[in-house]
């Protein structure tokens, strides 16, 4: 009796933090079954693709957004020049830009008439009719471009914290810039360069679209054609397994780089670094190597899908483009809701009952690194069993074939969000929840109140804040995913992402540009409250 | 449950252990009406683990809580929520999101009309007449720990806790704080106990001083008892200002720099620390008994002044004592002074 009074929330939060965990499980097992004919003919003739392929995109990406990001980061971060307030929080609008939406945009102007390579040619005089845009090359320009905000975000917090008497130690020391740079800062950064190379590697990896429209055979390229093309789950489930496999050592070599993490503020004191002052030639330089990045993966995508919409504006007004804005925020509603309110309960739990559901709660939030394609597979498995036991014994007792009941619906894509997004709420809501003393809840509990009444009460309504922001956040995801969505969704829905990406793929790029931009719209909300942030600081 | 009748706590047995070592072990304590009592110790030693088994915010290992007529662990179990327990905290805790009347509610369920009434009567209680819509933020540090202590009141508790309540507050307003809020724990009749790591405080605001370490009650009495007779070498330290001797007994005598002590055993050959506080120090005019030292060098720390001298047993180490500023300048005048051994606390040097 005890024992259940004390643990009871504790129990729940765990058992909820299971089910995000059971199909990150059931993929493991994929590694331990023998793999049929569709199998040995992917391994025989694709795997060595989509392994060398991803390989090259892990290091062309990953060195890629570290030099632009760490680059950028430096300069807003160290010194003062024109327009630099403007340009730290443009740095990162990039991430309001879908990759699959890059990608269209740059093929279209690189490709043969477009913009860009008309405009060569007259500036150049050169006879280039075309470049070829469908190449991995084209893949990393877009990923790097794309990404590097991750990079960016988390360096610049390195260097802005690091206290300025590291920097002057070294200087009395002799050591030039370029010497601070490689001896002080950089290592001193680690721990947020290993971060935020290892977010852009991972964002690489759960790519469906980029790959898809530009023609590259990745994993989750593969994942996709493998249950949707051949029908084979086995399939399917083994390049999961080797995607997680893949995921679970990046997460495991970044925690190696991160080593000991708590250095960095060490000597943190008051003593903040002192911005110095850069003129003429210098101060020019800086704002040309800020901006480019911000041109390239901000301004012109943004720029070139404008100017397609206002071609296809008209189908704003087609109830095909209404009803598919409805499902997709529908879904992106309730995913949010769905992820906040198990965010909530875990998180809580980990407060009242830490010892119990701190180890479970650290598994289920691994499930954003996992990509969306495996996700979707791992909540699969489980599903098509329940179906078929249901359906087998729907057969043996009333003779009635119920077919496919839970998967292909709501259900599963809503489960499958759960898997892939639960993390994101659960940091947001335990951002808010850390700033509550823990005094709070054990005066509201010596005050006569249950867990139930301190959640709604006091914590949901301080903290609201915070959860409404990760709403905002899994909302704004959800409606950018692109492979769960297709793997999982029912019969018939249509959302942002895959009409853009069907449209896309058909060359109706104007068409594309409405939902297109409706999702940038969207996610320019919370890089508003980023943006915030980043002033106060 | 609501016990109201027989306010008394009573501790039995009460041990917990944590997973890294740390543990309090068979605690026995009770805290009568009205009686304030302060659990006193260094970081670490347990004291805030006892307030949160009382609290219900852990569950002991050992052991047996009864407040009033009930027990709320042991023989039966309450959880948290139902032992009418009030308790003031470090931080304050004041629910940042509902103003002053809503944080003294909280605890009030029934939504009737007397509600207005007794928060009001609350505020009056505790000196914030007027206060009713304010927020957390727009107050001092004091003026929300009284509202603190109203929105403890309002669930009228059958014992209070208080967690270095005082610890947040500025020395000036502290005192003025503190008195105020014992004085109305008194008048109700609540039995408190507080945690504090300040001895200055514990003296001033508590019936009885229980003094801690290593998880266990090493001493106990009331400030004055405390402060001349301690049991412990610890709490010798910890009550007030000492000087500490090292000598090795000879024969049943220890001997210091004043003269010798007779030790209980008078077999015992050991080493003994001999702390000697201030009070025993005093002017000997013609006194027969006055010694004679020689004074090297002194400090004046405020109260007390800080005396280097000749340490006739020990010729290599001179010996540094403390006594009150105001009789030193007589000691130093004539070189003399008189020794109260009642003063020094004799104990084995482990």
């Given at each position: 009796m005890i024992n259940y009074l004390k643990h009871g929330w504790g129990l729940f939060s765990v058992l909820l933090c299971l089910t995000v965990i059971i199909p990150i499980s059931t993929i493991i097992f994929f590694f331990l079954i023998p793999g049929d004919e569709t199998w040995i003919h992917l391994r025989d003739n694709v795997l060595n693709s989509y392994i060398s392929n991803s390989l090259y995109l892990m290091i062309f990406v990953g060195g890629g957004s570290i030099i632009i990001g760490s680059i950028t980061a430096w300069l807003v971060a160290m010194y003062d020049f024109p327009f630099k307030k403007y340009l730290e929080w443009l740095l990162f609008m990039p991430l309001a830009i879908p990759s699959y939406a890059v990608a269209?945009?740059?093929?279209?102007?690189?490709?043969?008439?477009?913009?860009?390579?008309?405009?060569?040619?007259?500036i150049f005089n050169s006879n280039i009719k075309s470049i070829n845009f469908y190449s991995i090359y084209g893949a990393v320009f877009v990923f790097i471009f794309s990404l590097y905000p991750y990079v960016y975000l988390l360096m610049r917090q390195a260097f802005i914290s690091q206290s300025s008497a590291y920097i002057e130690i070294a200087k009395i020391s002799g050591l030039n810039l370029l010497q601070i740079i490689r001896k002080i800062c950089l290592p001193l950064s680690r721990p947020a360069l290993a971060g935020g190379v290892t977010l852009v590697i991972m964002e690489t990896l759960a790519d469906y679209g980029v790959s898809d429209y530009l023609g590259i055979n990745t994993f989750t390229k593969g994942i996709y054609k493998a249950w949707f093309n051949l029908g084979d789950i086995t399939s399917a489930g083994k390049l999961s397994a080797i995607l997680l496999f893949t995921v679970a050592i990046i997460i495991i070599i970044e925690r190696k780089l991160r080593g000991k993490a708590q250095y960095n503020n060490e000597v943190r004191s008051n003593r903040v670094l002192q911005l110095k002052k850069l003129h003429g030639f210098t101060a020019i330089l800086a704002l040309f190597i800020c901006i480019i990045p911000v041109i390239i993966g901000f301004i012109i995508p943004l720029i070139t899908l404008i100017s397609w919409s206002i071609e296809s504006i008209d189908i704003i007004y087609t109830l095909e483009f209404i009803n598919v804005a409805i499902s997709s925020f529908g879904i992106a509603f309730f995913a949010s809701l769905l992820c906040a309110l198990f965010a909530l309960i875990i998180v809580f739990g980990m407060r009242t009952n830490p010892k119990l559901v701190n180890p479970f709660a650290r598994i289920a939030s691994l499930g954003y690194s996992i990509p969306g394609a495996v996700a979707a597979i791992g909540v699969l498995i489980p599903l098509v069993w329940l179906d078929n036991t249901i359906n087998n014994i729907s057969l043996k007792y009333f003779n009635y074939s119920t077919g496919l009941i839970i998967t292909g619906t709501w259900f599963g894509l809503l489960f499958a969000y759960l898997v892939r997004f639960l993390a994101l709420s659960m940091q947001a809501v335990e951002n808010s929840f850390i700033k509550i003393s823990k005094s709070i809840d054990y005066a509201a509990r010596i005050l006569g109140k249950s867990n139930r009444k301190i959640l709604t009460s006091i914590h949901i309504k301080i903290g609201w804040g915070g959860i409404s922001l990760g709403l905002l956040i899994v909302f704004v995801d959800v409606l950018k995913e692109l492979p769960a969505t297709m793997i999982l969704r029912p019969f018939g829905l249509s959302t942002l992402a895959i009409k853009a990406h069907e449209l896309a793929i058909d060359e109706r790029l104007y068409d594309a540009s409405i939902p297109l931009l409706t999702i940038i719209f969207l996610c320019l909300i919370p890089l508003y409250f980023l943006t915030k942030v980043i002033r106060q600081e | 449950m609501h016990m109201e009748i027989n306010k008394t706590l009573k501790i039995t047995n009460l041990s917990h252990c944590?997973?890294?070592?740390?543990?309090?072990?068979?605690?026995?304590?009770?805290?009568?009406?009205?009686?304030v009592v302060c659990v006193l110790g260094p970081s670490g030693c347990g004291k805030t683990t006892l307030l949160r088994l009382i609290a219900g915010f852990e569950e002991p290992s050992?052991?047996?809580?009864?407040?009033?007529?009930?027990?709320?662990?042991?023989k039966s179990y309450v959880p948290t929520e139902k032992r009418f327990i009030g308790m003031l905290f470090q931080d304050i805790a004041l629910f940042p999101h509902l103003s002053v009347k809503n944080n003294i509610g909280f605890s009030l369920t029934k939504k009737n009309s007397d509600n207005e009434k007794i928060i009001e009567n609350l505020l009056k209680k505790v000196g914030l007449d007027g206060f009713l819509n304010r927020y957390g933020a727009t107050m001092s540090g004091g003026e929300q720990q009284r509202v603190a202590l109203a929105r403890a009141l309002a669930n009228n508790p059958n014992i209070m806790l208080l967690d270095e309540p005082f610890a947040s507050l500025d020395v000036w307003s502290k005192y003025d704080i503190a008195y105020d809020i014992i004085s109305i724990l008194k008048e109700s009749k609540t039995p408190t106990i507080m945690v504090t790591h300040d001895p200055q405080e514990a003296m001033k605001l508590a019936d009885r001083i229980i003094v801690m370490l290593d998880g266990k009650i090493i001493d106990q009495g009331t400030p004055s008892e405390l402060y001349s007779e301690a049991k412990h070498s610890f709490s010798v330290s910890l009550m007030g200002p000492t000087t500490s001797y090292l000598s090795k007994a000879i024969d049943g005598l220890i001997k210091t720099p004043f003269g010798s002590i007779n030790i209980v055993n008078k077999k015992s050959q050991g080493s003994y620390k001999v702390l000697i506080r201030p009070d025993a120090f005093s002017i000997a005019s013609n006194n027969k008994e006055a010694i004679n030292i020689k004074i090297i060098s002194f400090k004046y720390i405020g109260l007390l002044t800080e005396v280097e001298i000749v340490d006739e047993n020990n010729k290599d180490n001179n010996f540094m004592f403390l006594v009150y500023s105001n009789i030193f300048k007589n000691i130093y005048k004539n070189n003399k002074l008189l020794f109260n051994k009642d003063w020094a606390f004799v104990f084995p040097n482990k």
């Amino acid at each position: 009796m005890i024992n259940y009074l004390k643990h009871g929330w504790g129990l729940f939060s765990v058992l909820l933090c299971l089910t995000v965990i059971i199909p990150i499980s059931t993929i493991i097992f994929f590694f331990l079954i023998p793999g049929d004919e569709t199998w040995i003919h992917l391994r025989d003739n694709v795997l060595n693709s989509y392994i060398s392929n991803s390989l090259y995109l892990m290091i062309f990406v990953g060195g890629g957004s570290i030099i632009i990001g760490s680059i950028t980061a430096w300069l807003v971060a160290m010194y003062d020049f024109p327009f630099k307030k403007y340009l730290e929080w443009l740095l990162f609008m990039p991430l309001a830009i879908p990759s699959y939406a890059v990608a269209y945009c740059y093929a279209d102007l690189l490709g043969y008439g477009g913009f860009i390579t008309n405009n060569l040619g007259l500036i150049f005089n050169s006879n280039i009719k075309s470049i070829n845009f469908y190449s991995i090359y084209g893949a990393v320009f877009v990923f790097i471009f794309s990404l590097y905000p991750y990079v960016y975000l988390l360096m610049r917090q390195a260097f802005i914290s690091q206290s300025s008497a590291y920097i002057e130690i070294a200087k009395i020391s002799g050591l030039n810039l370029l010497q601070i740079i490689r001896k002080i800062c950089l290592p001193l950064s680690r721990p947020a360069l290993a971060g935020g190379v290892t977010l852009v590697i991972m964002e690489t990896l759960a790519d469906y679209g980029v790959s898809d429209y530009l023609g590259i055979n990745t994993f989750t390229k593969g994942i996709y054609k493998a249950w949707f093309n051949l029908g084979d789950i086995t399939s399917a489930g083994k390049l999961s397994a080797i995607l997680l496999f893949t995921v679970a050592i990046i997460i495991i070599i970044e925690r190696k780089l991160r080593g000991k993490a708590q250095y960095n503020n060490e000597v943190r004191s008051n003593r903040v670094l002192q911005l110095k002052k850069l003129h003429g030639f210098t101060a020019i330089l800086a704002l040309f190597i800020c901006i480019i990045p911000v041109i390239i993966g901000f301004i012109i995508p943004l720029i070139t899908l404008i100017s397609w919409s206002i071609e296809s504006i008209d189908i704003i007004y087609t109830l095909e483009f209404i009803n598919v804005a409805i499902s997709s925020f529908g879904i992106a509603f309730f995913a949010s809701l769905l992820c906040a309110l198990f965010a909530l309960i875990i998180v809580f739990g980990m407060r009242t009952n830490p010892k119990l559901v701190n180890p479970f709660a650290r598994i289920a939030s691994l499930g954003y690194s996992i990509p969306g394609a495996v996700a979707a597979i791992g909540v699969l498995i489980p599903l098509v069993w329940l179906d078929n036991t249901i359906n087998n014994i729907s057969l043996k007792y009333f003779n009635y074939s119920t077919g496919l009941i839970i998967t292909g619906t709501w259900f599963g894509l809503l489960f499958a969000y759960l898997v892939r997004f639960l993390a994101l709420s659960m940091q947001a809501v335990e951002n808010s929840f850390i700033k509550i003393s823990k005094s709070i809840d054990y005066a509201a509990r010596i005050l006569g109140k249950s867990n139930r009444k301190i959640l709604t009460s006091i914590h949901i309504k301080i903290g609201w804040g915070g959860i409404s922001l990760g709403l905002l956040i899994v909302f704004v995801d959800v409606l950018k995913e692109l492979p769960a969505t297709m793997i999982l969704r029912p019969f018939g829905l249509s959302t942002l992402a895959i009409k853009a990406h069907e449209l896309a793929i058909d060359e109706r790029l104007y068409d594309a540009s409405i939902p297109l931009l409706t999702i940038i719209f969207l996610c320019l909300i919370p890089l508003y409250f980023l943006t915030k942030v980043i002033r106060q600081e | 449950m609501h016990m109201e009748i027989n306010k008394t706590l009573k501790i039995t047995n009460l041990s917990h252990c944590y997973k890294n070592g740390k543990s309090i072990k068979n605690i026995n304590l009770d805290v009568f009406p009205g009686e304030v009592v302060c659990v006193l110790g260094p970081s670490g030693c347990g004291k805030t683990t006892l307030l949160r088994l009382i609290a219900g915010f852990e569950e002991p290992s050992d052991g047996q809580i009864k407040i009033g007529k009930d027990y709320v662990f042991g023989k039966s179990y309450v959880p948290t929520e139902k032992r009418f327990i009030g308790m003031l905290f470090q931080d304050i805790a004041l629910f940042p999101h509902l103003s002053v009347k809503n944080n003294i509610g909280f605890s009030l369920t029934k939504k009737n009309s007397d509600n207005e009434k007794i928060i009001e009567n609350l505020l009056k209680k505790v000196g914030l007449d007027g206060f009713l819509n304010r927020y957390g933020a727009t107050m001092s540090g004091g003026e929300q720990q009284r509202v603190a202590l109203a929105r403890a009141l309002a669930n009228n508790p059958n014992i209070m806790l208080l967690d270095e309540p005082f610890a947040s507050l500025d020395v000036w307003s502290k005192y003025d704080i503190a008195y105020d809020i014992i004085s109305i724990l008194k008048e109700s009749k609540t039995p408190t106990i507080m945690v504090t790591h300040d001895p200055q405080e514990a003296m001033k605001l508590a019936d009885r001083i229980i003094v801690m370490l290593d998880g266990k009650i090493i001493d106990q009495g009331t400030p004055s008892e405390l402060y001349s007779e301690a049991k412990h070498s610890f709490s010798v330290s910890l009550m007030g200002p000492t000087t500490s001797y090292l000598s090795k007994a000879i024969d049943g005598l220890i001997k210091t720099p004043f003269g010798s002590i007779n030790i209980v055993n008078k077999k015992s050959q050991g080493s003994y620390k001999v702390l000697i506080r201030p009070d025993a120090f005093s002017i000997a005019s013609n006194n027969k008994e006055a010694i004679n030292i020689k004074i090297i060098s002194f400090k004046y720390i405020g109260l007390l002044t800080e005396v280097e001298i000749v340490d006739e047993n020990n010729k290599d180490n001179n010996f540094m004592f403390l006594v009150y500023s105001n009789i030193f300048k007589n000691i130093y005048k004539n070189n003399k002074l008189l020794f109260n051994k009642d003063w020094a606390f004799v104990f084995p040097n482990k």
